[in-house]
Every structure is written in C-alpha cells, then in structure tokens.
C-alpha cells in the first residue's frame, strides 16, 4: 500500500476544496450576517490541513492502484466531512451544533442526504444555508470526479479514483481521456443547475433560493433553505420545475452526454434502465394518487395529483423535498414511498438507492431462475440492451446487494440499541443508506433529538450509501491490505 500517494492525494484534494469556502464569504457581505469570520478560518484550516498533508510528498510521482485509489475515495469522504464541519461549530447561529451534530450535517450534505440536525433553517444566516446548499451541490456529482480533472496536471493520476467513485455495472469513460469525461459530466451537471435556477426563479423564487434549492435538487440531496422545504412555497409552478429536474438528474448523466453528443433523443428509449426508471415512477405515482383520493386526503383530486406526483417523484428518486407532510398519509403511503427509495435512481445520476439497473438486473435473474426450473436443459440468458450479461456481472450485482442486505441489518440493530423505535430506526436505516433524507417517527422532520452514538451510525451510514457498500466494505478485508 502506498500510503505517501494516499496521503498527497488527500492534501492535494483538501487544498482544492477550500476554495470553495470562499463563495459563502460573497454571500455573507451580500447579506452582512456577520459570518465571514467564520468562512475566513473555515477555509484557512482546511488549506492548511490540505498543505501539511501533502507538501512532504510534492515530489512525488506515481500512479494509483486500485486499492489506494479506493482508500483515497473513502478517507477523502470522512477527512473532507471532517473539515466541512468548521462553519457549523464556528459559527453561533446553528444552534451552537455539537461536533457529532456538525460532522452529521457535513456528512450529509456533501453525501446528498438531504437529513438535517437543525431544527429551525429561517433562524439561520444566510451564507450558512447557502454554504449547506453547496455542499450537496458538490457532493452530487462526486467532488473526486471533478478532481481528476485536475490531479493529472498535479502529477497524481486518477483512473482508480474514477473507478472507486462510480461502481456502477458499466465503467466505460465517455470520453478517450479521463480529465475529458470528468470536464464533460462536470459541464452537464452545472448546465442543469443553471437552468433548474432560472426555472425556479420565473416560477417565484427569490434568486437566493432558486440558485439554492437549484443546487439540491439536481444534486438529488434535499436540503433547502426553509422548514417547509419545497411546501413552503405552496406553489405548482415551483413544484413542476423540481420535478422534471429531479427526473433529469436521476437518469444516468452518460446518457444524457450520448443523447446530447448525438442530438438525439432516441437513446433515453433505447436504455432499459431509463425504460424501468419511468415505469416504476409512473407506476409509484397512479398507486400514490388512487390511494390520496380514495382515502380523501384532500378536497380534490387536483390536490391529491399535484402533492401525490410530487412526493412519489422526490422519494423515489431519493432527493428528499416535501411539498407536505407525508408521514401523516395514511400509512400504506408513506411505507410504500419508503419501500421505493430502495430502487432508488439509475446508475451514474445523483441519486441514491440500490439503482434501477441493478433492481432489473435482479428482476430478470428470479425470471431466469423461474424459466430454468420449468425447463432444466433451457439456455436462458439474461439481456441488458440486447446485450447477454455475462455471470461474472450477475454475481457481481448479487454480491452488492447481499452486501447490502447484511449492512441494512447491522445498522438497524445498531440503531435499536441506542433506544431508537423500530419504525424510527428503519426508515432512518433506509433514509441514511438510500441516501434520502427525511424518515418516519422520530426522524419526521429532523434528526435533531437522536443521540449523538445514533448520529455517527447513521453518519457512516450515508458514507456507505454514498459510495455503493462496496467501496467502503472492502476496507475491512484482510486481502486489501495485503502487499
């Protein structure tokens, strides 16, 4: 292991990071919150932590192997969570947060999560709420993989921490060079929230709150900069452009760089990811609406059509906004959405969850089973695009999701022990893993009441969601550390 790589890597990656503690400082004379004292040292700890970390091996040339770049992607995850936390700890105006509750947020944020300890957000300077913004904005995409856009011309190449980074069923770059691909996914991904902002600000946002929940919601995190989060708005214009910006950011962003390389939209319906993404949505929806109206939740079926869509759109894609209460649904409802955040978005996009493509991998792995014990000598394969899966794949999507299974199971009990009830502890359990954020029970509006042990599971929990179990799993096993 080369732990001298890992550790420039980190510094270099630290260093980079804290200039984006400067924009908060912008916001903060803007508004005059009396915060940019706090962004000032916020970003001189984390450049200096970065400088010591990697001046004793800035002469150093080497390339990554698989194994330091995933110990890179995980310990470049807690390290960045860790200096994250300083606007939060330093300013007074949080609630004065704990390091537990701090690291949580950070945590959170920057794994767009979108699950907050802070109970009253209008209580909150600005440069604050925008700084927690940018932090799912950051996160969404993957910090790294705008990094090794970078690192290469610092000497340190990146393919591995391409590749720890996003461990979906295909790895294959988009462009010839990495740096291209990291630039272009980076170029869809800012040409999303601009127009994701300029939709929310012709639809009533102030330019403070579009250019915010723009950040969260094509990141898939959550966070906004009122209680009521997208509710508090309480209009339909506004909440029509979260939505197709949601649905956006939760398809693969290869695909949208195919579609828009070859100026054709033919390959959104050619995908069989894409194809199952929208099915379950449109389904997750008529089931959601039929039951707000039966149940008369609301005075009309308009209503329940409009807050229904929405919240089956926000929670399966596991971005995490509320456009009302929906824990207090009739409970099948709220169960059910919960439920759908395990399959989550495609892979490639922000979104959390298992992922689509693996949920229909699955899927048509039990109908194979299903078509060889009706006939035992049949050749059945399992196709994904027309192509034959090989088994090499298909034991790899059994791998994760066994893994996950077992880390779901640990967690849970974790959270028991702490003296979390079972609903509360399950849908944090799922809310935290899946990358979602808002839960059932105590965790309803907030995790501000659980216990600080509760808050460092769940914090890791996110960790492990954010980087697909296997990343972080693989850490313990005696064979990754062997030389």
Known sequence: MQINIVLKTIGLLLMIFSSTQLPPIIVSYIYQDGEIGTFIISFALTFIGGFLLSQPFK???KDFRIREGVLVVVCFWLVLSLFATAPFILTDSAGHLQFSSAFF??????TTTGATVIANLEDIPRSILYYRQQLQWLGGMGIIVLAVAILPLLGVGGMELYHAESSGISKERLTPKLRQ???????IYIGFTIICAVGYYFAGMSIFDAIGHSFSTVAIGGFSTHNGSIGYFDSYQIEIVAMVFMLLAGVNFSLHFVTWNSLSIKHYWEDSEFKAYTAVIAAVIVIVVALLIVNNEYDSAIESIRHGAFQAISIVTTTGYASQDFSGWIPVI???????SFIGACVGSTGGGIKVVRVLVMFRLGIREIKKYIHPNAQVNVKLNHANLTERTLTSVLGFFSLYVISFMIILLLLMLTGMDQVSAFSATAASMNNLGPGLGSVAENYSSLSDVAKWILSISMLIGRLEVLTLIALFHKSFWRY
């Open 181 to 187: 691909t990291a630039l272009m996914l980076w170029k």
């Open 334 to 340: 709220p169960i059910l959405l919960i439920f759908m």
């Open 59 to 61: 002469d150093l040339r």
């Open 105 to 110: 947020e950070s945590m959170s944020g920057l």
